[in-house]
Nanobody, 116 residues
């Protein structure tokens, strides 16, 4: 069974930084692209960023572009989300995710709270 475990969330002030991590297991991590999503209170789950299988291609949503960056460490089966210049609207539960055999898998999420 695919396992994705997020960590690194917490409370931070506006303008601060956090680095999220997602530890993957029970599948061949290096063969799959990875994504981060987030869900703010009262809103739907929203895509944040993607990274390709080889890590050479990344993409992120307009609301985080230039502030967030996604990376991966295949030797550690881990994907990261570096979040800089955080805004109050970045407050959300952050999930990592992947698709295997047409099924999307999710972790349980890590909470990020940005306060002024």
């Amino acid at each position: 069974q695919v396992q994705l475990v997020e960590s690194g969330g917490g409370s931070v002030q506006v303008g601060g930084s956090l680095r999220l991590s997602c530890a993957a297991s029970c599948f061949t991590f290096s063969r799959y692209g990875m994504s981060w999503f987030r869900q703010a209170p009262g809103k739907g789950r929203m895509w944040v960023a993607d990274i390709s299988i080889d890590g050479r291609s990344t993409d992120s949503g307009d609301s985080v572009k230039g502030r967030f960056s996604i990376s991966r460490e295949d030797t550690e089966n881990t994907v990261h989300l570096q979040m800089n210049s955080l805004k109050s609207e970045d407050t959300a539960l952050y999930y990592c995710s992947t698709v295997l055999w047409s099924s999307r898998y999710w972790g349980l999420g890590t909470q990020v709270t940005v306060s002024s």
